[in-house]
């Protein structure tokens, strides 16, 4: 059964870190490129990072540029997003995203709140 299982969001103040985790089983996890996205109420669904698969190669949203980092273990089947300096704008429920050619997976996702 596959699943993407995501983890580390909550609360936290403006300026302030999170560390997002997703946690693949149930197909190869080397063999996808993963992403993570965001969406807020009312709002389609934004992409935030992507990482590829060997190699790493990363790349970002310009609203988190600078400030998040996307990171793979694939030995622990295994994405993260370091989300630093978070601003109320980055308020969200953050999604990871499996892709290889025709097939994709996505999590539950995880709620991301920045306030003071």
């Known amino acids: 059964q596959v699943q993407l299982v995501e983890s580390g969001g909550g609360l936290v103040q403006p300026g302030g870190s999170l560390r997002l985790s997703c946690a693949a089983s149930g197909f190869t996890f080397s063999s996808y490129t993963m992403r993570w996205y965001r969406q807020t109420q009312g709002k389609e669904r934004e992409w935030v990072a992507i990482i590829t698969t060997i190699g790493g190669i990363t790349n970002y949203a310009d609203s988190v540029k600078g400030r998040f980092t996307i990171s793979r273990d694939n030995a622990k089947n295994t994405v993260y997003l370091q989300m630093n300096s978070l601003k109320p704008e980055d308020t969200a429920v953050y999604y990871c995203?499996?892709?290889?050619?025709?097939?994709?997976?996505w999590g539950r996702g995880t709620q991301v709140t920045v306030s003071s």
């Open positions: 995203n499996a892709i290889h050619l025709s097939t994709e997976y």
